[in-house]
T-cell receptor, first 113, second 113 residues
Framework: DVKVTQSSRYLVKRTGEKVFLECVQD?????MFWYRQDPGLGLRLIYF???????EKGDIPEGYSVSREKKERFSLILESASTNQTSMYLC????????????FGPGTRLLVL | GESVGLHLPTLSVQEGDNSIINCAYS??????FIWYKQESGKGPQFIID?????DKRQGQRVTVLLNKTVKHLSLQIAATQPGDSAVYFC????????????FGGGTRLMVKP
């Protein structure tokens, strides 16, 4: 079974703090994704990566950055957290380009005060 | 994605009945479709997929039907159980094109004991 893990299930941060969300997959998948999920807006793609050290902007990259130093790990960084970044953050991975089935982690619910 | 969440369409069924969840997809060129299940507080879980060269695909207690003429996808759950209560959403993409998944807004399934 594919396993995608996220470092925290719940996180509370203050406005202006730098926040790191970590995601690890154990199936040697090439592609990794970060989404946020909000009521009324569904899943929105923030960033994705097709390979180590590669990153591509998704639909809503503003206020976020990512890092992929190792194939199995994809980090989402909020440089200076703001209250409008309070959300559920979901990481996903897929085998490679052309195999689009994405497998999701359990999610991190982030509250920015 | 569609604007749902707080206003998610809801399907309420009696335990043991069959459930049918519908999804209208947007891109007539899409040729690969996935159904996900998301339980409260968890990440989406892959259920079943179907390619456009098929009209029907069956899994364990689930069946996906694809009608390309009207761009409609449905998920049928046989003998619905309380553990099936969740939000279900579909995703579409153009296979082998390296395209991102486009997610639907979701339907909340509530199973009454």
């Amino acid at each position: 079974d594919v396993k995608v893990t996220q470092s925290s299930r719940y996180l509370v941060k203050r406005t202006g703090e730098k926040v790191f969300l970590e995601c690890v997959q154990d199936m040697d998948h090439e592609n990794m994704f970060w989404y946020r999920q909000d009521p009324g807006l569904g899943l929105r793609l923030i960033y994705f990566s097709y390979d180590v050290k590669m990153k591509e902007k998704g639909d809503i990259p503003e206020g976020y950055s990512v890092s992929r130093e190792k194939k199995e790990r994809f980090s989402l960084i909020l440089e200076s957290a703001s209250t409008n970044q309070t959300s559920m953050y979901l990481c996903a991975s897929s085998l490679f380009r052309g195999r689009e089935t994405q497998y999701f982690g359990p999610g991190t619910r982030l509250l920015v005060l | 994605g569609e604007s749902v969440g707080l206003h998610l369409p809801t399907l309420s069924v009696q335990e043991g009945d069959n459930s049918i969840i519908n999804c209208a997809y947007s891109n007539s060129a899409s040729d690969y479709f996935i159904w996900y299940k998301q339980e409260s507080g968890k990440g989406p879980q892959f259920i079943i997929d179907i390619r456009s060269n098929m009209d029907k695909r069956q899994g364990q207690r689930v069946t996906v039907l694809l009608n390309k003429t009207v761009k409609h996808l449905s998920l049928q759950i046989a003998a619905t159980q309380p553990g099936d209560s969740a939000v279900y959403f579909c995703a579409e993409t153009l296979h082998n094109a390296g395209n991102m998944l486009t997610f639907g807004g979701g339907t909340r399934l509530m199973v009454k004991p």
